[in-house]
C-alpha cells in the first residue's frame, strides 16, 4: 500500500476503533497520522513477518497516548489482523490503552507516561550506536510532553552522544488536554529551543507529503547531529469536526460522529 | 576492616567488562564516589556519563537494555530511587527490561552530606515494583559474587550499595545463591536476621550473647526480594522471636518483609532494629550507627530485652 493511501485507511480506522473502545484519544492520533503511515510504509526498515529482527529500525510513540494511531500503522503495514482493533482498551487485549512492548507484536517500547520514550530512545539509538550498526531510530513526541523536564535531558545527551541514527519528530497541533499551549504552559518556539541544544532542525507542515518526504531524507544525509523534525499538525486531521478542538483530545465518537467522520474520510481522495 | 561494598562494585565491574562486550555502564555525574570511573577509564567507549539527570540516566539504561546490551545504571540511592522512581516503573519494571542499578551511598553511613543524601527508603520503593528484585550484598566479597550474578540475570534488578568500608564475612569459596538466605551461626533462642552492613554486627551481637548463655541464630538476607520464606518460617518455628536489623526505615524493609513472611506462615514476634520514620542527619558515619542504634551492643541489648 502507498502510504497515502495507508494515511487514509489508518485515520478510517482510528476513529473507528477508538468509537468501539468508547475512550481514547483521537484527536492526537489524527495529527500524527500523517507521519506513522510514512515512517512505516515509507521510512523505516521494517519487515512485519520479522518483528524482532535486530537489524530493523526502532519506533517510540512517546506520546503513547496516541496509541490508536500506531496500532493502526502496525495492523494496515501486516503486523497483526486489522480484526484486533476494535479490542481497543478492552480486557485481555494485546491493544492497551497506552502502547505494550510485552503484549503487542510490532510495538518495540512501551510508553504512556510523558517524556521517558525520548529518553528511551537516546538509548536504543546509543545501543546501535555501540554495535556500529545502521539500525535508525525514530521517535514521535506532542508538543505538550515538552513540557516534561526528562525531554531535554534526553535531548542534550542526544547531542552529546552524536546520534545521528535518531530522529525527534513533533507533533505540533498546538493543544493539550487542558487548552492551548500558549494558555497553558507556553513552549515559546519550538524549533529555536531545539537548535539552541544542538540539533539539526527542520520546520515543516506535518500533513505536506512533499515537505515530510524531504525532511526525513534530509535526516538521513545529515551526520554528526541527531535531527528534529517539528511538525506543525492540526489536532483531529482529515475529520473537520475534530480539526483544532482540544475537546476531541480524549473523547470517543458517537456512533452518529463516527458514520460522519468516516463519510468524510471516504469522499478524501488520495492526492 | 574489608572495603566497602562500592569498591567492589567498581573493580568488579572492570573484570566482567573484559569478559562481556555488551555491558555498558552509566553514571549520573557520579562515577568517582559510586567506583563506575574505573570502567569508565577501562572501556571508555562503553561507559556513558548522562550529566547530572538521573530520570534520563534510567530512560537510557531502558533503551539500551531494549537493543539488546547490558546496563548497570548507577548514581547515590537516595536520587536512583527517588528523583527516577516513575521511570523505574515505567521505562524499565513494566516492559521488564534486563536493567540491573546499582546504587550506591545507600543508609545512613554516607556519613558527612548528611540527611538530604542518605536514603532509608530504597528498599522500600524498589521492593514494591512488579519485576523489580532486590539485593543488599553485606561485604566486598559477596558483592563480586552478586555483581557477577547481575549480569546473567534477567529483568530488573535493584542492588543496594554503601559507601562505608565494611568487616568481611565471607571467605573466597563463598557463592551468591539468589533468593536464598543465609544461615551464619545456629542457635534456639532467638533469629537475628540481617542485611547489609548490618549483618557483620548481627554476628558480632550473636558471639556476646553466646558468652552468655543466650543461643542466637544469625540468618544473612542478601535478597530482599523474592524473600527466601522457608528460612524465615523455618526460624519463626524453631526459635522464640525474630529480630530484624537494617539500615533502612522499618516501614517497607527487611523487617516489614520477614513479618509478611511470618504472619503468613508462623505468626511469631518479629522485633524491628532500624529507623523509626525519620530522616538521617550529618555526622561521622559511626557516630550516625551509634546515634540511631544500628550496633551490635544495642542488638544485645534488644535480644535481652525481649529473651
Redesign the interface.
Known amino acids: 500500500m502507498h502510504y497515502k493511501q495507508a494515511a487514509l485507511e489508518m485515520r478510517k480506522s482510528i476513529v473507528d476503533m477508538i468509537h468501539h473502545a468508547k475512550s481514547g484519544h483521537p484527536g492526537g492520533s489524527l495529527s500524527a497520522t500523517d507521519i506513522l503511515a510514512y515512517l512505516y510504509f515509507e521510512e523505516m526498515n521494517v519487515d512485519p513477518t520479522q518483528p524482532k529482527d535486530p537489524n530493523r529500525d526502532r519506533f517510540v510513540l512517546s506520546k503513547g497516548h496516541a496509541a490508536p494511531v500506531l496500532y493502526t500503522a502496525l495492523a494496515h503495514r501486516g503486523f497483526f489482523d486489522t480484526e484486533l482493533l476494535p479490542t481497543l482498551r478492552k480486557l485481555e487485549s494485546p491493544l492497551q490503552g497506552h502502547p505494550d512492548s510485552k503484549k503487542l507484536v510490532g510495538v518495540d517500547v512501551s510508553t504512556g507516561s510523558l517524556g521517558q520514550g525520548v529518553s528511551n530512545a537516546v538509548g536504543l539509538a546509543l545501543g546501535a550506536k555501540l554495535d556500529n550498526s545502521s539500525v535508525r531510530v525514530y521517535a514521535v513526541l506532542g508538543d505538550g510532553e515538552l513540557q516534561e523536564g526528562i525531554v531535554w535531558e534526553a535531548l542534550m545527551a542526544s547531542v552529546h552522544y552524536k546520534l545521528d541514527n535518531l530522529v525527534i519528530i513533533v507533533d505540533n497541533n498546538g493543544l493539550q488536554i487542558d487548552g492551548r499551549n500558549i494558555d497553558v504552559m507556553d513552549l515559546g518556539t519550538i524549533d529555536d529551543k531545539f537548535r539552541a541544544f544542538g540539533l539539526n532542525t527542520i520546520e515543516i507542515d506535518g500533513h505536506d507529503y512533499d515537505q515530510i518526504e524531504k525532511a526525513f531524507a534530509t535526516a538521513r544525509e545529515t551526520k554528526g547531529v541527531p535531527t528534529a523534525i517539528v511538525a506543525k499538525t492540526i489536532k483531529g486531521k482529515g475529520v473537520s469536526f475534530m480539526e483544532d478542538v482540544p475537546e476531541w483530545h480524549g473523547v470517543a465518537p458517537s456512533a452518529e460522529d463516527l458514520e460522519a467522520a468516516l463519510k468524510e474520510l471516504s469522499a478524501q481522495e488520495v492526492k | 576492616m574489608g572495603l566497602a561494598t562500592r569498591d567492589a562494585y567498581g573493580k568488579t565491574l572492570v573484570q566482567l567488562g573484559a569478559e562481556n562486550k555488551d555491558i555498558?555502564v552509566l553514571d549520573a555525574d557520579l562515577s568517582k564516589s559510586t567506583k563506575t570511573a574505573d570502567f569508565g577509564k577501562a572501556y571508555s567507549?562503553?561507559f556513558?556519563n548522562?550529566?547530572i539527570?538521573e530520570?534520563?540516566l534510567?530512560?537510557?539504561?531502558?533503551?539500551?537494555?531494549?537493543?539488546?546490551?547490558i546496563?548497570f545504571a548507577s548514581t547515590f540511592a537516595m536520587f536512583a530511587t527517588g528523583r527516577a522512581f516513575?521511570?523505574i516503573r515505567?521505562?524499565i519494571c513494566?516492559?521488564?527490561l534486563n536493567v540491573t542499578i546499582a546504587a550506591t551511598h545507600s543508609g545512613i553511613s554516607v556519613g558527612e552530606d548528611g540527611g538530604s543524601h542518605q536514603s532509608v527508603e530504597d528498599i522500600a520503593l524498589m521492593n514494591s515494583l512488579p519485576n523489580m528484585e532486590v539485593i543488599v550484598p553485606a561485604d566486598a566479597r559477596e558483592t563480586e559474587e552478586v555483581i557477577k550474578y547481575a549480569a546473567q540475570h534477567k529483568g530488573p534488578l535493584y542492588i543496594r550499595l554503601g559507601r562505608l568500608n565494611v568487616d568481611d564475612i565471607f571467605d573466597e569459596a563463598y557463592t551468591y545463591q539468589h533468593g536464598k538466605g543465609v544461615q551464619l551461626t545456629d542457635g534456639d533462642d532467638v533469629t537475628i536476621v540481617a542485611t547489609g552492613l548490618m549483618t557483620a554486627k548481627a554476628k558480632e551481637a550473636a558471639a556476646t550473647l553466646k558468652a552468655d548463655g543466650i543461643n542466637a541464630r544469625v540468618i544473612h538476607i542478601p535478597t530482599i526480594k523474592p524473600i527466601d520464606r522457608d528460612i524465615i518460617e523455618k526460624a519463626a518455628r524453631e526459635t522464640k522471636f525474630i529480630l530484624t536489623c537494617e539500615e533502612h526505615s522499618v516501614i517497607g524493609g527487611l523487617g516489614a518483609v520477614v513479618s509478611t513472611v511470618t504472619s503468613e506462615t508462623y505468626p511469631t514476634k518479629v522485633v524491628k532494629l532500624g529507623m523509626y520514620d525519620t530522616f538521617g542527619e550529618s555526622g561521622t558515619p559511626a557516630a550516625l550507627l551509634e546515634k540511631y542504634g544500628l550496633t551490635a551492643e544495642n542488638i544485645v541489648k534488644i535480644v535481652k530485652a525481649h529473651v
Open positions: 555498558v567507549d562503553r556513558i548522562v550529566g539527570a530520570q534520563n534510567m530512560g537510557i539504561a531502558a533503551g539500551l537494555a531494549n537493543y539488546g546490551k546496563p516513575e521511570i515505567n521505562s513494566y516492559p521488564n
